[in-house]
């Protein structure tokens, strides 16, 4: 190893030599290696302090606790999926945020309904062949192509009501989800879809979300008949956090889940006047307290109205809601909780202190 001090004090006395000779030139080329070697030494040594610190980085990275599974057991414990409640959107595209609708479910995005707690999204995809038409009579406003978008009906018949604009494209909110579980990695996502697409069409849409593939749950890969339903803590630790539901049977292959073939559910409407509050199964070859050996299917509580309004949304996201649960519907579905809690306008509520967010937080905490 070289001794820099050692050189140092034998190019002094060379520069102290030379200055009593006057030779200017050598003491230029003294004065200029003294420079040099001064440098060499500070950048050895800085070199040596980033090392050290790079490595304590790496260390302490290595070493600190509270890594992704510790954090996915200490949130979900050894819950299973079907052991889990979860807030879902009804209609979750029909908001005022994402589109010009004049007749809502929602009165946020999709996305602000993510950072809100909604963990379940219900959407309806309609294929939209570009129209001509269209695009002259609305001066160029309604100009789209041929996709897969988010109409609530035909997505041709009346703006504002059964399609709006801008247009919703599916693969685009889809990037939203997709988007948002990135940003947090310990969440997980349910897209349930009233279909009314090809599965060839639905395909080549959700072929263009970038990062779906890597996140999408497909229960044949895990086993679930056989096994029954992961801990919600391995779909957080193996990153595949996205459930999709199609009432449609034919594309599994997709990774799109048969909703009658994984789900039950309840009927969807309150009825006019939201007083019907029996929970009756939706599919009648279906019932609600179904048992099958090994598998216990998902449980989707629908709880709204034929026609959502903020008043009749207030009056029922409440205690109803809760009391529904309690005395019809768990009751209904043999002694369980449902694992998505389906409401209009989530955020609203009546004065009795619960709301949406709260009831399905309590029934997480309870047995």
Not at 61 to 75: E, F, I, N, S, Y
Not at 163 to 170: I, K
Not at 184 to 196: I, K, M, N
Request: with cysteine; glycine share 8%; hydrophobic share 35%.
């Amino acid at each position: 190893m070289i001794d820099m001090d050692m050189l140092r004090m034998r190019f002094r006395g060379r520069l102290r030599g030379a200055l009593r000779r006057g030779h200017a030139r050598r003491t230029a080329a003294c004065l200029l290696l003294l420079a040099l070697l001064g440098t060499a030494t500070t950048a050895t040594t800085a070199t040596a302090t980033t090392a050290a610190a790079a490595t304590t980085a790496s260390a302490t990275v290595t070493t600190a606790p509270g890594g992704p599974a510790d954090l996915a057991a200490a949130r979900w414990g050894d819950r299973r999926l079907d052991e889990v409640s979860f807030l879902t959107t009804h209609n979750a595209f029909t908001n005022y945020e994402d589109s010009r609708w004049s007749s809502v479910n929602q009165s946020e995005s999709v996305r602000a309904q993510l950072d809100g707690g909604v963990r379940g999204l219900s959407l309806d995809t309609h294929w939209y062949e570009r129209s001509t038409w269209l695009c002259v009579i609305s001066f160029g406003s309604d100009c789209y192509p041929s996709d897969v978008y988010l109409c609530h009906g035909d997505c041709k018949t009346f703006a504002g009501a059964t399609y709006a604009l801008p247009r919703q494209s599916f693969h685009g909110t889809m990037q939203t989800v997709v988007d948002f579980l990135a940003a947090h990695p310990q969440e997980v996502v349910t897209v349930f879809l009233e279909d009314y697409v090809g599965a060839d069409q639905l395909s080549r849409s959700l072929g263009r979300v970038r990062g779906l593939s890597d996140m999408v749950f497909r229960p044949d890969e895990w086993g679930v008949r056989q096994n029954g339903w992961p801990k919600v803590a391995d779909l957080v630790t193996s990153g595949k956090r996205l459930l999709i539901f199609s009432d449609r049977s034919d594309r599994e292959h997709l990774g799109v889940m048969y909703d009658r073939s994984w789900t039950v559910s309840n009927y969807w409407s309150l009825g006019d006047l939201g007083n019907d509050t029996s929970c009756v199964t939706r599919w009648p070859d279906v019932p609600l307290d179904r048992q099958e050996p090994g598998f216990r299917r998902l449980f989707t509580m629908s709880h709204h109205r034929n026609v959502p309004t903020v008043l009749t949304a207030a009056l029922d996201n409440g205690a109803k809601l809760r009391d529904r649960i309690a005395g019809q519907c768990r009751p209904a579905a043999g002694g369980r909780a449902p694992n998505y809690v389906s409401v209009d306008f989530h955020r609203l509520s009546d004065n009795s202190g619960h709301t949406p967010a709260s009831i399905v937080a309590e029934l997480n905490a309870g047995p």
